[in-house]
């Protein structure tokens, strides 16, 4: 599976910015699709996931202010990020997670959010 995120910028703190992940294969035979971000010196960390029956779990950080979906026909995931503070600020990986335990990662996307 290849992803291809997009969508990454420069925007102010209270903006918003939709990410966008193309995947490479029918999202419907992947078990599980989300976003991780990794800023400056910290750990990847999950932000996002959407299971392919439509469970759907948030970092407790972004809840309320990000929503992830996606577009069957499109093969594409999406991640709407709003009211965005500085600390959102990172590389932002869309990945695909199949069972038992392989998981596919894009290239990422820088998000920079200023003060």
């Known amino acids: 599976v290849q992803l291809q995120a997009s969508g990454g910028g420069l925007v102010q703190a209270g903006g918003s910015l939709r990410l966008s992940c193309a995947v490479s294969?029918?999202?419907?035979?992947?078990?599980?699709l989300g976003w991780h971000r990794q800023a400056p010196g910290k750990q990847r960390e999950l932000v996002a996931a959407l299971a392919r029956a439509g469970s759907i779990n948030f970092a407790d950080s972004v809840k309320g202010r990000f929503t992830i979906s996606r577009d069957n026909a499109k093969n594409t995931v999406y991640l709407q990020m709003n009211s965005l503070k500085p600390e959102d600020t990172g590389v932002y990986y869309c990945n695909a997670y199949e069972l038992p335990n392989r998981t596919y990662w894009g290239q990422g996307t820088q998000v920079t959010v200023s003060s």
């Open positions: 294969r029918n999202i419907l035979s992947i078990d599980a």
